[in-house]
């Protein structure tokens, strides 16, 4: 007999069903893309300071969330089965699928995981736009700096339209 009265009392487990197993998967996911939704965010504010190693950083804290994100729809695809559908059934097809078994709480997770996954979308689409611009103007400056546009501070020459035409070409159209 031990002297704590706890640990002499009958373990207790809880067993979910399958309808609410997928609720928590689903919730799972919504919490996983929010926590992308947070990662995007940072990299735009560490775009916009020229902190290239916080952006980094969010490659990095990218990469390990998709890992996590991709089993946990490994675990969705794997609950669609024991609940009677396809492993590739949609979020938006369960209600009809499930019909009488389709709970609250399915459908707020649900509806929650379409949310956070359409703002996830408008958070990337962001970031790409804003990404693209920041290496366009890193090239232009690259190429200021090299002398290949005129610049305003060191007032170099821009070349010739034929020498500009040839550089973007990958023929060389000169012979």
């Known amino acids: 007999m031990s002297d704590h009265p706890q640990d002499n009392l009958p373990a207790i487990r809880t067993v979910l069903s399958p309808v609410d197993s997928l609720t928590d998967a689903l ?35 990218t990469h390990r969330v998709l890992v996590t994100l991709n089993e946990a729809r490994r675990r969705r695809r794997t609950l669609n089965t024991l ?25 707020e997770a649900r509806d929650q995981l379409h949310d956070a996954a359409r703002a996830l979308s408008h958070e990337v689409s962001l970031n790409r736009r804003i990404l693209r611009e920041a290496l366009a103007h890193g090239d232009a400056y690259a190429r200021t700096l090299a002398g290949a546009e005129k610049s305003p501070v060191y007032a170099t020459q821009p070349q010739p339209p034929q020498v500009r035409a040839q550089a973007n070409s990958l023929l060389d159209r000169r012979i």
Do not use: N, Y
């Not at 996983?32 to 990095?60: H, N, P, W």
């Not at 559908?85 to 949609?90: F, H, N």
């Open 83 to 107: 609940i009677g559908q396809r492993e590739d059934i949609g979020i938006h097809a369960l209600e009809d699928a499930l019909g009488a078994r389709m709970t609250p709480a399915l459908r």
């Open 27 to 61: 919730i799972t996911e919504r919490r996983l893309l929010e926590e992308l939704i947070a990662v995007m965010r940072r990299q735009r504010t560490a775009v916009g300071d020229d902190d290239l190693q916080s952006v980094d950083d969010s490659v990095f804290a």
